[in-house]
């Protein structure tokens, strides 16, 4: 790869593992969930030993904007894949 080759973002390398595993899991039933869910296992536990104390009201934080404010979990996706981190890290 050349130096001028953009490198993806961490959300676009994340959203590429998420596609391998849902390819791993073939046709299985609810192949996209189980990608999703090995995925979210992994976060979990790297929040709970890298968030330090304070780590349960860090992810209470991400639901609260998940299912209350789905427009801003949007931005927030959408600045991490461009690079920028204007909003909480995801």
Do not use: C
Not at 9 to 19: D, G
Not at 20 to 45: F, I, N, Q, S, W
Not at 83 to 88: Q, T
Request: aromatic share 6%.
């Amino acid at each position: 790869m050349s130096m001028s080759a953009k490198q993806p973002s961490p959300t676009e390398r994340v959203e590429a593992l998420f596609e391998a595993l849902t390819t791993h899991y073939g046709d299985g039933d609810d192949r996209e969930l189980r990608a999703a869910a090995k995925l979210l296992l992994v976060a979990l536990d790297k929040i709970r030993t890298h968030g330090g104390r304070n780590w349960p009201s860090l992810l209470d934080e991400y639901i609260q904007i998940v299912k209350h404010d789905p427009e801003r979990f949007a931005r927030m996706l959408q600045s991490n894949s461009s690079g920028s981190s204007d909003e909480l890290l995801a």
